[in-house]
């Protein structure tokens, strides 16, 4: 399995292009399947995570076509995909290709909208949580669908079509509000969802469904109302930048006491981070293209976070802004609100030196002045990259292993850092990623 080496104590300098968001391409790469056109998006991140899903969909007899489209967005030039579902070959999503991503049962919504019926593995639990999909199946049975759970198999039937209904998550889930707003704009009638997602990644699904010919109101806040159309029609959709790739680089300058311009992405996508970063010490510029982040004063203070659904503080920047605090002036707090194991990165970190105690969902981290590299296992997706950021601002050398975590959802990310000064190189290990991931 391959490995990065990082030695650290160089700045975070230059510019970095940040992709399509992996959180939103999952979810509309699986609206493909809501029609029998053509839907082409642009922006496209180049992830592991996102093959998986491709693997996923031709299974399911989906075509798919790669490109680059057009110079845009700065003139640079954009990876598109195009996804053509005129056959569903099947509605069956087996285990081997759904165990590896979590986000596979985004095609469970469309399957059951589109062909009145669906199979999927049940995706199980991952190393955050036990991350179950009740509200998903609860929500699906509000809309008149059938549903039992047999030998790891959701098996999902609508033979009469899905029915509109008015329903309230109990609590908030991204890839439940996500699979619902594709059940419901080919129901019959009218769909209320309340206490739903009002993340980037839902919006941008929402706006390529509406310009599929979906008629959604109350996008971008936590009541949709969807009127259900009989089909829906080919698009083409430019992918949202990623926040929490952004947020992670814009960390990176101020850990490291450097100045990236980061572009292709937009500061109102981190509407929590951004003021909380500037708390810290970042000077923060909007820019044609995206923002400037001006480090240089290195972390000043310890803040207190509570991770919470959009527009709070994103869960998937909780690792990579601990990583920060263990090197402000004075302590912080974090507590995560949204999963129940989800700081796994921190014995790692400690490892590098790092001062942080965690009690129940709560970690308090004193800041120290410097970190010292050493070997590091990533454990998912996000710490993996937190131990890169720590390993970038500690004195000497630090090597993360199972970085098959950081490919899943950081694109090229040792180039993007070696372009901006940072000394960082991949080993490439003998052995191919056998293990199971899960979407965060
Ligand atoms: C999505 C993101 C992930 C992010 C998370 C929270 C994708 C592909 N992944 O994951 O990166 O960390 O949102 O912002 O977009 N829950 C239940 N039952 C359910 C569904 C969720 O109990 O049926 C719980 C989860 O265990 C968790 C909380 O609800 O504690 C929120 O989860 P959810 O928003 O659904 O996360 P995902 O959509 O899986």
Known sequence: MDKIRIIGGSPLNGIIRIGGAKNASLPLMAACLLTDEPVTFKNIPDLADITSMAILLEHLGVQIGQG?????NGGLQLPSMTLTASHVKTTIAPYDLVRRMRASVLVLGPLLARMGQAVVSMPGGCA?????????????????????????????????????ASHTFPLVTVTGTENLLMCACLADGETTLRNA????????????????GAQISGIGTDTLVIQGVSRLHGATHTVVADRIETGTYAIGALMTGGQVDLIGTDPSLLPTFVPLLEEMGAIITPTAHGFHVDGRNKPQHGVDIMTEPFPGFPTDLQAQIMTLMSVAQGASMITETIFENRFMHVPELQRLGASINVHGASAMIRGKPQLIGAPVMATDLRASVSLVLAGMAAQGETIVSRVYHLD????????????????????????????????A
């Not at 991350?131 to 039992?148: F, N, S």
């Not at 997602?197 to 599929?212: G, Y």
Request: proline share 4%.
């Open 408 to 439: 899943r959802g950081y694109e090229h990310v040792e180039d993007k850092l070696a372009a901006c000064g940072i000394n960082i190189e991949r080993i490439r290990g003998r052995d191919h990623d056998t293990e199971d991931h899960c979407a």
């Open 197 to 212: 997602a009002r993340e980037p990644e839902v919006i941008d699904l929402a706006n390529c469904l509406v310009s599929m």
């Open 128 to 164: 955050i949580g036990t991350r179950p999909i009740d509200l998903h199946l609860k929500a699906m049975e509000a809309l008149g669908a059938e549903i039992t759970l047999e030998e790891g198999y959701v098996h999902a039937r609508a033979p009469h079509g899905l029915k509109g």
């Open 68 to 72: 680059i489209d057009s110079p845009e």
